[in-house]
């Protein structure tokens, strides 16, 4: 059992930045990548990013790409998301996930991920 929370979301207006936390618990945070997904009023979850195991590489869906950044310290045992250039339609509750094997990968389409309660943000024109 893994446990993740995410903290940080608010409101901001657009063109403003955000970022958000995600605190895992355990001791072996460091072998497993890790992702950041997103969930509109009336859409389906949508992949944001992920970041590997060992942090070396990291992957954006295109509407996140040079906007956002993910990084994590694995001392603090803790996953970041900075949202930058913020747009009206990055309005979401906002998920942190880890893959359910160590080493393994957050896929965009994943399902059997863990995943943390969501923080919401909301941008404003």
């Known amino acids: 059992q893994v446990r993740l929370v995410e903290s940080g979301g608010g409101l901001v207006q657009a063109g403003g930045s955000l970022r958000l936390s995600c605190v895992a618990s355990g001791r072996t945070f460091s072998r497993y990548g890790m992702g950041w997904f997103r969930q509109a009023p009336g859409k389906e979850r949508e992949f944001v990013g992920r970041?590997?195991?060992?942090?070396?590489?990291?992957y954006y869906a295109d509407s996140a790409k040079g906007r956002f950044t993910i990084s994590r310290d694995n001392a603090e045992n803790t996953l970041y998301l900075q949202m930058n250039s913020l747009k009206p339609e990055d309005t979401a509750v906002y998920y942190c996930a880890a893959a359910s094997e160590p080493y393994g990968t957050v896929l965009p389409g994943t399902t059997n991920a863990y995943w943390g309660q969501g923080t919401q943000v909301t941008v404003s024109s």
């Open positions: 970041i590997s195991w060992s942090g070396s590489n990291t």
